[in-house]
């Protein structure tokens, strides 16, 4: 099993997004990349604490590469848009992966170069790649949302 953690808006729908994936074996959602220990939802909503509202990915690399992942990732948000994603505004909700290894770093940095270069985006790539910072998991509540409302597919 390896991890990935990525950052692409509200976690609810990133979260639902990474668990149709075959290979994805578990999920979950928190915060990351933040200067507040232990911080609460509040404390990240508040906009103050530096987090990111992520997504921990525990994936099989004989199922899924992390280059797939990456491929979701860049499809299921808009990585132009800083600090927000739709009507959702902050830097929680930022751009951004977190990379466990040196060899993620590098992939992520690759993938981003060749969708630069693809056109696909009128405006430039935002998005952060950066070392894995500290996790923490968000409240029970927010695991799984989305499909604990029967809704399994990403919202928005």
Request: with cysteine; hydrophobic share 35%.
């Amino acid at each position: 099993m390896e991890k990935a953690t990525f950052g692409a808006g509200c976690f609810w729908g990133v979260e639902a997004a990474f668990r149709e994936i075959p290979g994805v074996m578990a999920t979950m959602v928190g915060y990351s990349g933040g200067t507040t220990a232990n911080p609460t939802y509040a404390d990240v909503c508040s906009d103050a604490t530096g987090h990111a509202e992520v997504v921990q990915v525990s994936y099989d690399p004989a199922q899924v590469s992390f280059e797939q992942l990456l491929d979701v990732f860049w499809k299921i948000h808009d990585p132009t848009t800083p600090n927000r994603q739709g009507a959702d505004v902050g830097s929680q909700y930022r751009s951004v992966i977190f990379c466990h290894t040196p060899v993620q770093e590098a992939a992520a940095r690759a993938s981003q170069a060749t969708l630069e270069k693809s056109g696909r985006f009128l405006q430039p790539i935002v998005t952060e790649i950066v070392s894995a910072a500290p996790f923490y998991k968000a409240e029970d509540y927010h695991q799984r949302y989305l499909e604990k409302r029967g809704q399994t597919k990403r919202h928005g």
